[in-house]
């Protein structure tokens, strides 16, 4: 049973610091990991996706993979009270549909 | 960008209805995708299409069926609609099966 993993807070931080969202899985088949951000009550939106270990960068946002760890996190810097919302973790093997994590509620605080 | 609509934002009916709910997408997607979210329960898969009247179940398949008969729209069926199917549906598509997924606004339906 593949499963992904997030803790599901929810994780509270100041305007301004640094929100860090973490992600394991349990399948080493997968190669492709997705974030997303979902607003209550509305549908889920893609902020970034990775594919190789190490970091990308899109703006404030960070994504880390660390394959060898099976796990994946989402840096958000300079965090604003719009950035509040619930962030699911999804991955992707070559042969199989996305798993997605049940989510992590980030909470930010003006 | 990539658009995929949803027929109804919010939907009321009663138990024993045949329940229809449509998913169009624009970017000529070959996969396509019907979640329902629960609260503490996240997304669970239903079913998916992987081409015109393809289809595979997911992992709640029970209680549904789905239809895609053109490329662009997959509708979910609830053939006799029960209570412990009031939920938020989904619909995402996506280019290949394990790539990115793009959702619609989502479905709230109630059955009474």
């Known amino acids: 049973q593949k499963e992904v993993e997030q803790n599901s807070g929810p994780l509270s931080v100041p305007e301004g610091a640094i929100a860090s969202l973490n992600c394991t899985y349990s399948d080493r088949g997968s190669q492709s990991f997705f974030w997303y951000r979902q607003y209550s009550g509305k549908s889920p939106e893609l902020i970034m996706f990775?594919?190789?270990?190490g970091d990308k960068e899109d703006g404030r946002f960070t994504a880390q993979l660390n394959k060898a760890s099976q796990y994946v996190s989402l840096l958000i810097r300079d965090s604003q009270p719009s950035d509040s919302a619930t962030y699911l973790c999804?991955?992707?093997?070559?042969?199989?549909?996305?798993?997605f994590g049940k989510g992590t509620m980030l909470l930010v605080s003006p | 960008d990539v658009k995929v609509t949803q027929s109804s934002r919010y939907l009321v009916k009663r138990t024993g209805e045949k329940v229809f709910l449509e998913c169009v997408q624009d970017?000529?997607?070959?996969?396509m995708f019907w979640y329902r979210q629960d609260p503490g329960l996240g997304l669970r898969l239903i079913y998916f299409s992987y081409d015109v009247k393809m289809k595979e179940k997911g992992d709640i398949p029970e209680g549904y069926s789905v239809s895609r008969e053109k490329k662009e729209r997959f509708s979910l069926i609830l053939e006799s609609a029960s209570t412990n199917q009031t939920s938020m549906y989904l619909c995402?598509?996506?280019?290949?099966?394990?790539?990115?997924?793009?959702f619609g606004p989502g479905t709230r339906l109630t059955v009474t």
């Open positions: 995402a598509s996506s280019w290949v099966r394990e790539g990115e997924q793009y």
């Open positions: 970017m000529d997607h070959e996969n």
């Open positions: 990775i594919y190789s270990n």
């Open positions: 999804a991955g992707g093997s070559g042969y199989s549909t996305l798993t």
